[in-house]
DNA sequence: CGTAAATGTTTTTTT
DNA sequence: AACATTTACG
């Protein structure tokens, strides 16, 4: 009972319990169909229009149901269906559905379409990310493992400065085990629901021994500081979930149904958790499509959507395989692209719009050509009366959409930009937001760190370590050893004074979060206040300009956030939860009038009429490092995800040559390219330069043992190097590292040469690194 | 303690 | 090439 109507959302009506055991299968069936006549008629309409699986989808009735959903075969359209079936048929009352989707983007469009169909307010339903309703829950339910409700929430690069710190503590060179690899194993492990002793257990080599040792450390110092990274969020609520039964009850009794979007892209964890609270009832609907899983570098783990059947021997399966999106010609071509990955249920997507026009390759000669390229196109489509928003541009990494922005912006082509620079990761809104947190919590260390001196106040690394030490050792939060620095050991007067001046700001500050002030005017105090908008505008730079905007962007937010939602009494803490789990992913607009400019990544989920796919090179596209790591089944669906993004049209670029790293880089044309049949393509452009010498013989590169890639790409780099050129097998020797050899070429003029001192593997620059050929 | 220069790192993708 | 972090010096 206690605590029992703290799991209440905090927008919603009533408190859950209140719902949970009314469940009631709906008035008698009558052939799947409710027999109240208007609820009859708004049940026949959610199904008009549907075709034959996608209505059996939604109509399923309790129990494991996995929809397996090619690209474009209306995914979103069945699941906001069957939440709003479930809802019509009193199948499920709103309180009760737990809707997981990827991106808060994805979560906010279906609340909305869910919410329109339905004719009334959402408000009670849980649609959000698994992060999301981790954070929500653990909101209330982290008190159970020593946090308190007001724990921070760090994100990546917080958690990387972190493991830094806990690496330095440890003595490790950084130069060896870099933080950021280090962090990514920590998070790996924690995607795979290992603690820091399940680690500790199965380590092997003296890097995974470092890892160990620093996860160990990492942990002590997130409690410590009443903190929780990303993969926390996720891990720590399974840790409840399993620690306390009647926790798991509850929530399993609440979420009476479970749908989950993306099921192809869930981690362990996740899994795990959708075991813990779906487990009883079986109410479980993934959708999902196993060629669409990108995202295993972050933990996801196919095997969930591959396994379900065996998790769940008496799942209902739908397959939907008719695509509603696309021309055959780019179905066809992605089916043949995804046909060369082994593992994958069969599915084969067919549409009946009719064949369209070939998928156009071009080859150009750099990346500035290749921009040139795309504008003259979407100039050319602008005149035949296309909208700039039915246009989008893919690429594999951020960075490539610099060159296109230029040329967009020099013919004064509207576009808009998805992911990159994100807004809540430009310095000064962090720094903004790490005031807020430290308001929140006290014992947060590194935000601390980050808004001590900044602006300058004279509080510099010396002092702030002592401070920190301080406050290790004597076991209370920074805050506290900041309020009394002259308890600091150590501290120069100077710094005292600073310190005494910064923290009677601070308390000032923190009297009006317990007054509940609105967080418009709160942030708006803070800035002022702490001086930091006056530093700003001292100066006088435009850059500094664009920090200040940035800022009345945020207060912007914040006044927003005061206008939505109720006033509660913990009004900061979920500020901070809801700015914390946002990107801006979710800012994309799609009726202004601009061409759409993204990752392969960010695509996913999205259609666009017209679509152009540029960077189709080895090294870049499959990525280099994917081809070192063997992933290279995971670019190709990546691959596939881009192209079946496209409706009518389909181009894919290549550049013979292009900056890669400050350097010239000369790259063949990706793999990829050639998995797609030839009669399905229009090869434009030069045809010259293919690594085979069969320019003229259009997509003849078939796709052969790797070795013959390999050593083609060695090929190309060792034109581009000149005389000093190194092959597979080379013995070299180095001024500084001693005798190598060479176990990889790579575009660009970069080897990779093995160590026999250390038996280190190190990517060098052939060109400028002191290296010569030996024997 | 702060600034400026030098040095090193980064570029995969993101909740 | 761009950015972050470390180092040298005032």
Redesign the pocket.
């Known amino acids: 009972m206690r605590g029992a109507s703290n799991i209440a959302p905090h927008n919603a009506p009533e408190p859950l319990h209140l719902l949970t055991r009314r469940g009631r299968r709906g008035p008698a069936y009558h052939g799947g169909v409710p027999s109240e006549a208007p609820a009859d008629q708004r049940v026949a309409d959610l199904l008009e229009g549907l075709n034959e699986p996608q209505r059996a989808a939604v109509v399923a009735g309790d129990g494991p149901l996995l929809i397996l959903a090619g690209a474009g075969s209306g995914k979103t359209r069945v699941l906001t269906h069957r939440i709003a079936y479930l809802v019509h048929t009193q199948r499920a009352r709103a309180g009760e559905l737990l809707a997981i989707t990827?991106?808060?983007?994805a979560a906010a469009e279906m609340r909305d379409r869910v919410g329109m169909l339905l004719g009334h307010s959402t408000r009670a339903m849980w649609v959000m990310?698994?992060?999301?309703a981790c954070a929500r829950m653990l909101r209330v339910e982290a008190p159970r493992l020593g946090y308190t409700r007001q724990f921070t929430i760090y994100?990546?690069?917080d958690s990387?400065?972190l493991v830094?710190r806990c690496l330095?503590q440890l003595d490790v060179d950084?130069?060896r085990f870099?933080?950021?690899?280090v962090a990514h194993q920590i998070?790996d492990a924690k995607n795979k629901l290992r603690s820091a002793d399940d680690y500790a257990r199965m380590v092997g080599g003296h890097f995974e021994q470092t890892v160990a040792d620093a996860y160990k450390l990492y942990e002590r110092e997130l409690v410590r500081m009443n903190a929780m990274d990303?993969?926390d969020l996720l891990f720590r609520m399974v840790n409840v979930l399993e620690l306390f039964p009647e926790v798991r009850a509850r929530y399993a009794a609440t979420f009476r149904h479970v749908l989950v979007d993306e099921y192809q892209d869930t981690n362990h964890a996740q899994y795990r958790l959708l075991q813990l609270i779906a487990g009883d009832h079986k109410n479980l609907a993934v959708v999902g499509d196993d060629a669409q899983s990108?995202?295993s570098?972050?933990g996801a783990d196919i095997r969930n959507i591959l396994d379900f059947q065996d998790d769940f021997p008496d799942a209902t399966v739908v397959k939907l395989e008719q695509n509603y999106r696309s021309t055959q010609t780019i179905l066809s071509a992605s089916n043949a692209l995804i046909a060369h990955n082994r593992a994958q249920m069969h599915k084969t997507l067919w549409t009946d719009q009719g064949e369209g026009d070939p998928v156009v390759v071009r080859e150009l000669e750099d990346e500035h050509a290749e921009a040139r390229y795309v504008l003259g196109e979407v100039q050319r489509l602008v005149d035949e009366g296309v909208s700039l928003a039915e246009i989008a541009c893919f690429y594999?990494?951020?960075?490539?959409s610099?060159v296109l922005e230029d040329a967009l912006v020099r013919a004064e082509v509207p576009y808009q930009v998805?992911?990159?620079?994100?807004f809540y990761e430009r310095?000064e809104v962090k720094d903004a937001i790490s005031y807020l947190t430290l308001l929140a919590n006290p014992a947060d260390a590194i935000s601390f760190t980050r808004v001590a001196?900044s602006p300058?106040?004279?509080?510099?690394?010396?002092?702030?370590s002592?401070v920190l030490a301080h406050a290790e050792n004597t076991g209370i939060t920074v805050w506290e050893a900041a309020d009394d620095p002259a308890g600091v050991p150590g501290?120069?007067t100077?710094?005292i004074r600073?310190l005494t001046r910064f923290m009677s700001t601070m308390n000032d500050l923190r009297e009006r979060v317990a007054d509940d002030v609105p967080m418009g005017d709160l942030l708006e105090a803070v800035l002022s206040e702490t001086g930091y908008l006056d530093a700003l505008e001292a100066e006088r730079t435009i850059e500094a300009q664009g920090r200040i905007e940035n800022l009345g962007e945020l207060v912007a937010v914040a006044r927003e956030f005061d206008a939505a939602a109720p006033p509660e009494q913990d009004r900061l803490d979920v500020f901070l939860q809801q700015t914390a789990?946002q990107?801006?992913?979710?800012d994309r607009k799609d009726d202004a009038g601009m061409v759409t400019l993204?990752?392969?990544?960010?695509a996913k989920g999205l259609e666009y009429p017209i679509v152009y796919m540029i960077g189709c090179e080895e090294g870049v596209f499959p990525?280099?490092?994917?081809i070192d790591?063997g992933?290279l089944e995971?670019?190709r669906r990546?691959c596939y995800v881009g192209m079946t993004r496209a409706m009518r049209s389909l181009t894919m670029t290549h550049a013979r040559q292009r900056?890669?790293?400050?350097s010239r880089a000369y790259g063949l044309p990706s793999r990829f390219l050639a998995e797609i049949p030839p009669d399905l393509v229009d090869r434009q452009g030069a045809l010259t330069g293919y690594a085979n010498g069969a320019g003229a013989d259009r997509g003849s590169i078939r796709p052969r043992a790797m070795a013959s890639w390999a050593s083609m790409r060695a090929d190309a780099a060792a034109a581009a190097t000149d005389e000093k050129s190194f092959r597979l097998g080379d013995d070299v020797l180095h001024a500084a590292f001693g005798e190598g050899v060479v176990t990889g070429v790579e575009p660009g003029g970069v080897v990779v040469i093995r160590f026999a001192r250390d038996g280190s593997e190190r990517k060098l620059m052939a060109e400028y690194a002191p290296i010569s050929k030996r024997g």
């Open positions: 990827f991106t808060n983007k990310t698994f992060h999301s994100d990546a690069s990387r400065r830094k330095d950084p130069k870099t933080p950021g690899s998070s990303f993969d990108i995202y570098f972050r594999r990494t951020n960075a490539q610099r998805i992911g990159g620079t994100k310095a001196n300058k106040r004279g509080i510099g690394q010396t002092s702030l002592r501290l120069a100077a710094a600073s789990l990107s801006d992913t979710d993204m990752t392969l990544h960010n990525h280099s490092r994917s790591e992933t995971e670019e990546l900056n890669v790293f400050g």
